[in-house]
């Protein structure tokens, strides 16, 4: 079993920053992607950016040039940072664990509010 736990989050005023961070603990399979997915209000869950062993990364064009996703694989820990806030940008916030065919793992999920 894969255990994932996000912190940070919360409220945030529009052009502010956030950093957004997840541990898993468990049955961890090498060569695993780690990173983060959102649900935003009226919307199904989207990636927002995620990122391979090898440090391959994949951002959303909604967040491309304002997120910074990068990862300890040693300590299996992946963050978010991001900047320029936007009202769209307020929804909950999941990490995510993925390798090969085996099931992805969530973790339970953060709030992101960002007010104007």
């Known amino acids: 079993q894969v255990q994932l736990v996000e912190s940070g989050g919360g409220l945030v005023q529009a052009g502010g920053s956030l950093r957004l961070s997840c541990v898993a603990s468990g049955n961890i399979l090498p060569f695993n992607v780690m990173g983060w997915y959102r649900r935003t209000p009226g919307k199904e869950r989207e990636l927002v950016a995620e990122?391979?062993?090898?440090?391959?990364?994949t951002y959303a064009d909604s967040v491309l040039g304002r997120a910074t996703i990068s990862r300890d694989s040693t300590r299996n820990m992946v963050s978010l940072v991001l900047n320029s806030l936007q009202l769209t940008d307020t929804g909950v916030y999941y990490c995510?664990?993925?390798?090969?065919?085996?099931?992805?793992?969530w973790g339970q999920g953060t709030q992101v509010t960002v007010s104007s």
């Open positions: 990122m391979d062993v090898s440090r391959h990364t």
């Open positions: 995510h664990l993925r390798a090969g065919l085996s099931p992805p793992h």
